[in-house]
C-alpha cells in the first residue's frame, strides 16, 4: 500500500521560506504525477503545481510561478515543495496527491498535509 | 482560468436522502471531472473521476453524471458517514481549479 507522508508542521516569518517534503512509502515514482494542493483556514482547494519525476516535467500555478519550487528527489523517494518570500496569506495546510495512472490529475492518494502558519 | 460554481455551498438532509451536488464549470471541460470527500481535519479523497467513473473502494451510492459545463453528483441515499464537504475540480487544462465545496450537514 503506497503512502505520502508529508514533514512536520512549520511556523514562519513573512518574507522567509519553507520546504515541504513529501515520501512515497510502499511504492515509487514510477510514471505517477505528485501534485501539491494547499487550504487556507475554512476554505477550499487551491492547486499549487504538478511534478512528473520520471519526465522531469512540472506545472506551476501563476499565481505562485516565481515563487515556488517543486522537485523530486529519486534517491529519498520523495517530492518536495519550496515557497518563497512568505506572506500571511500563504498560510494553510499544505497536501501533496499522487495522481492516478490513468488520469494523473485525478489525486487518488494524500498525504496527511503539513500546516504552515506565517506569523511575524 | 477555468471557474467551477459549486450549488449549494451548504445543505442539510437525512440519513436515508438523496442529495445532489452541481458543479458548473466557465467553459466545456468535456468529462474531465473529479469529486472528492473531504472530512473535517482531513485530506480530500477521490470518490468519481471522468465526471462518471467511480474510484476503486467507494460505495456505489454515489454516482457522477454530466459533460461539458454542468455535472452532479448524487448520493442515493445519504449514510452518517456522508456528513462532510464535496469539492468538484476540473482537469481540462492548467491551472487546475476547485470548485468552492458544498457542506452536507446533517438535519
Known amino acids: 500500500q503506497v503512502l505520502l507522508v508529508q514533514s512536520g508542521a512549520e511556523v514562519m516569518k513573512p518574507g522567509s521560506s519553507v520546504k515541504v517534503s513529501c515520501r512515497v512509502s510502499?511504492?515509487?515514482?514510477?510514471?505517477?504525477?505528485f501534485t501539491w494542493v494547499r487550504q487556507a483556514p475554512g476554505q477550499g482547494l487551491e492547486w499549487l503545481g504538478r511534478?512528473?519525476?520520471?519526465?522531469?516535467?512540472?506545472k506551476i500555478s501563476q499565481k505562485v510561478q516565481g515563487r515556488i519550487t517543486i522537485s523530486a528527489d529519486e534517491f529519498r523517494n520523495e517530492v518536495n515543495m519550496e515557497l518563497r518570500s512568505l506572506e500571511s496569506d500563504d498560510t494553510a495546510v499544505y497536501f501533496c496527491?499522487?495522481?492516478?495512472?490513468?488520469?494523473?490529475?485525478?489525486?487518488?492518494?494524500w498525504g496527511q498535509g503539513t500546516t504552515v502558519t506565517v506569523s511575524p | 482560468d477555468i471557474q467551477m460554481t459549486q450549488s449549494p455551498s451548504s445543505l442539510t438532509a437525512s440519513v436515508g436522502d438523496r442529495v445532489t451536488v452541481t458543479c458548473r464549470a466557465s467553459q466545456d471541460i468535456g468529462s474531465w471531472l473529479a469529486w472528492y470527500q473531504q472530512m473535517p481535519d482531513r485530506p480530500p479523497k477521490l470518490l468519481i473521476y471522468g465526471a462518471f467513473t467511480l474510484q476503486s473502494g467507494v460505495p456505489s451510492r454515489f454516482t457522477g453524471s454530466g459533460s461539458g459545463r454542468d455535472f452532479t453528483l448524487t448520493i442515493t441515499s445519504l449514510q452518517p458517514e456522508d456528513f462532510a464537504t464535496y469539492y468538484c475540480?476540473?482537469?481540462?487544462?492548467?491551472?487546475?481549479?476547485f470548485g468552492h465545496g458544498t457542506r452536507v450537514e446533517l438535519k
Open positions: 511534478i512528473t519525476p520520471t519526465l522531469g516535467t512540472t
Open positions: 496527491a499522487r495522481g492516478r495512472e490513468n488520469w494523473v490529475d485525478a489525486f487518488e492518494i
Open positions: 510502499g511504492g515509487n515514482f514510477d510514471s505517477y504525477g
Open positions: 475540480q476540473h482537469a481540462d487544462s492548467f491551472p487546475i481549479t
